[in-house]
C-alpha cells in the first residue's frame, strides 16, 4: 500500500491496537499482520517487529516501512446534559 504524500520508496502500514481486556493487540488494516502483548510499550515493539517481518522482501529491496498506529480507547465519564 504505497502513500504517495510519503514518496515512492515508501510504504506506509496502518495498524489499529486494542485491548481485548487481557491484552493489547494490534491488526493491520490493509496488511494481515497481528501481534498482542501485555503492556502497550511491549505491543510497540511488537508492531515493529511484525511489520518488518511482514515487509521483509521490500525492506530488502530498498524501500522504506512507515507505521502508522491508530488507537482505539473507549472514553467514559462525560456527564449527560
Not at 4 to 24: I, P, R, S
Not at 50 to 72: P, R, T, W
Request: charged share 25%.
Amino acid at each position: 500500500m504505497k502513500n504517495h504524500a510519503y514518496g515512492h520508496n515508501t510504504v506506509l502500514a496502518k495498524m489499529e491496537t486494542y485491548f481485548d481486556g487481557e491484552y493489547w493487540c494490534a491488526r493491520g488494516t490493509a496488511e494481515d499482520v497481528f501481534t498482542q502483548d501485555i503492556t502497550y510499550d511491549e505491543l510497540l515493539k511488537n508492531i515493529k517487529e511484525a511489520v518488518s517481518l511482514y515487509f521483509e522482501d521490500k525492506l530488502a529491496k530498498g524501500k522504506i516501512i512507515e507505521i502508522l498506529v491508530m488507537s482505539e480507547m473507549e472514553i467514559s465519564g462525560v456527564p449527560p446534559s
